[in-house]
């Protein structure tokens, strides 16, 4: 007997595409995201300006001119001038490696490189005390010897070369994936050394991820809090960063002068990300495989 049910044809089923919302509904969605950035970034970025100018421009202008905050700005823009380079090197290095050799162990490296992503910097800071403190052996020989590390310049560096490493060496690795290593291997068969590879094949190639990275890196390092504190010791004037200076300031009631110099950390801020804007909008094509990572 035939069954006429099994050879009904089937009903097409109609589905619903992802964006297909009322416009009440995407209204409200645009409303909420809106008023979060505004809640959560525009409000306070508002409030540090407005406070900073309370007094006039002439207050804030003459408390970035004081001697605390002409050397907290110093300090800040020194240790940036030599983090930024030496991550810009520690990344590219550690990228190469990586995408260009194939060896055991690669993942574990790559976790490495994440590290101070998961580790507070405030521990990051603690260890470099109670490896380069006084009351240990490096440390101990170091100021024996009068180059001290812990509560000093080259403390800070340190610290904000680990809390911002990653930044560089992970833009350029997926970049340096995607390329793959066709180029350089043509290269080097053409008899071209290892440094003109690099110099005329991979840097042209990794020039606006590197750039993208290291603008991430510089706003990072200035604005570098938790692990600062912990091996500058706060030393007023000396090891005092810009972020340290502002809590300071904070904690003696000195509004006008804290928030000024929050004003300013924020407009470097707001410049490097402008910068990076920049760089998005006029190299999306290079920047596309670092969006894709």
Known sequence: MFDAALHKPATSTRFRSATDESPAARWALIAVAIGGLALLVGAPLVIVFAEALSQGWAAAVASLASRDAQSAIRLTLLITAIAVPLNAVFGIAAAWFITKFDFRGKAFLITLIDLPFSVSPVVAGLCIVLLFGANSAIGGWLVASGYPIVFAVPGIVLATVFVTFPFVARELIPVMIEQGRAEEEAALTLGA???????????????????YGTLLCTARAMGEFGAVAVVSGKIRGQTATMPIT????????????????????????????????????????????????
């Open 193 to 211: 050394s290892g440094w003109r590879v690099f110099r005329t094949v991979t840097l042209p190639n990794i020039r606006w991820a590197l750039l």
């Open 246 to 293: 502002i809590e300071m300031f904070y904690n003696e009631y000195l509004s006008v002068a804290a928030f000024s110099m929050a004003a300013l950390l924020t407009g470097l801020a707001l410049l490097t990300l402008l910068l990076k804007t920049a760089l998005e909008l006029r190299h999306a094509d290079q920047l596309a495989a670092v969006r894709r990572h």
